[in-house]
């Protein structure tokens, strides 16, 4: 397995929701409970948004929600705004030597 | 608040080894059950996982990076280190130091420094 699939762009206006896909295998995203979703703005370090597949860190708006079904996990962002257009990235514990893989990173523009 | 902070050269040769260190303030790193781990970044790209640390002694590395990669750390200085050894052009990234709460959760990151191998 070398990376989870993530498209590479997906965009909404102020307001709507998007989804973003993050597609594994039963090694990784659909066995185990370790996907976690990361926000990054231009020049800074990650963000956790969401953990345990659904868990959000204490200070992550509610707008922000995580769900799987089979092998794809998904970050859903509702009600859109500006300061959300950014870099997504999902990652999942795996089975085997690599342990931890990140998805190829999803831009978000709000239009 | 618990804070992490990177330091390194910046600049590398190729061949030569890269030493990266990770200041953590606000909480020690000895505390159970946290890892401690490096993530890299190479210039617009995405991320990559290197390897994990518990104080324990207990070390993970992604398999696909070979065994070029060293993390390890000083309890006594709360310090993480990483080392990287024969370095190349594809190691030029912003190598970030982070907190690693459960399985592949990363809580806690360091603002990332940037190092450039380059003759």
């Known amino acids: 397995q070398s990376a989870l699939t993530q498209p590479r762009s997906v965009s909404g206006s102020p307001g709507q929701s998007v989804t973003i896909s993050c597609t594994g295998t039963?090694?990784?995203?659909?066995?185990?409970?370790?996907v976690s979703w990361y926000q990054q703005h231009p020049g800074k370090a990650p963000k956790l948004m969401i953990y345990d597949v659904t868990k959000r860190p204490s200070g992550v708006p509610d707008r922000f929600s995580g769900s799987r079904s089979g092998n794809t996990a998904s970050l859903t962002i509702s009600g859109l705004q500006a300061e959300d257009e950014a870099g997504y990235y999902c990652?999942?514990?795996?089975?085997?030597?690599?342990?931890?893989?990140f998805g190829g990173g999803t831009k978000l523009t709000v239009l | 608040q618990l804070q992490l902070q990177e330091s390194g050269p910046g600049l590398v040769k190729p061949s030569e080894t890269l030493s990266l260190t990770c200041s953590v303030s606000g909480g020690s790193i000895s505390t159970s059950p946290y890892f401690w781990g490096w993530i890299r970044q190479p210039p617009g790209k995405g991320l990559e996982w290197i390897g994990s640390?518990?104080?324990?002694?207990?070390?993970y590395y992604n398999s696909s990076l070979k065994s070029r990669f060293t993390v390890s750390a000083d309890t006594s200085k709360n310090q993480i280190f990483l080392e990287v050894t024969s370095v190349t052009a594809a190691d030029t990234a912003v190598y970030y130091c982070?907190?690693?709460?459960?399985?592949?959760?990363?809580?806690?990151w360091g603002q990332g420094t940037l190092v450039t191998v380059s003759s």
């Open positions: 982070t907190r690693v709460m459960t399985g592949s959760t990363f809580d806690y």
């Open positions: 039963s090694n990784d995203v659909g066995t185990y409970n370790y």
């Open positions: 640390f518990a104080y324990t002694g207990s070390t």
């Open positions: 990652c999942s514990y795996t089975a085997g030597p690599k342990y931890v893989i």
